[in-house]
């Protein structure tokens, strides 16, 4: 059965750094694309950060980009997102998302995800 755990969240003041992890697990398939998204209340979710977990390619929304670092550690089976410089508009939840190949969608399209993760709360105050 597959699983998508979240850890690491929490609250930090702006310009602090926090990082999530995503464990994922049950998987038949050793490469998937993960991705991180968020959701603050009255927003729609959005795309944070893509890794696919065999070859390791990224990519960023524009509002992280050089701020947030996405990695992998396959031994593990867990996704990292590094998240520095954070501001109080970073302040959401964050899920975890993992889709099997072949990757028709775009990665920030969060309905091409079929499983997810419970999300963790990410709160940034100023």
């Known amino acids: 059965q597959v699983h998508l755990v979240e850890s690491g969240g929490g609250s930090v003041q702006a310009g602090g750094s926090l990082r999530l992890a995503c464990e994922h697990s049950?998987?038949?398939?050793?490469?998937?694309?993960v991705t991180w998204f968020r959701q603050a209340p009255g927003k729609e979710r959005e795309g944070v950060a893509t890794?696919?977990?065999?070859?390791?390619?990224?990519l960023y929304a524009a509002s992280v980009k050089g701020r947030f670092t996405i990695s992998r550690d396959n031994a593990k089976m867990t996704v990292y997102l590094q998240m520095n410089s954070l501001k109080p508009e970073d302040t959401a939840m964050y899920y975890c998302a993992a889709d099997l190949p072949p990757y028709d969608g775009a990665w920030y399209e969060w309905d091409e995800y079929d499983t997810w993760g419970q999300g963790i709360q990410v709160t940034v105050s100023s």
């Open positions: 049950g998987y038949s398939r050793n490469s998937k694309r």
């Open positions: 890794i696919i977990t065999a070859s390791g390619g990224t």
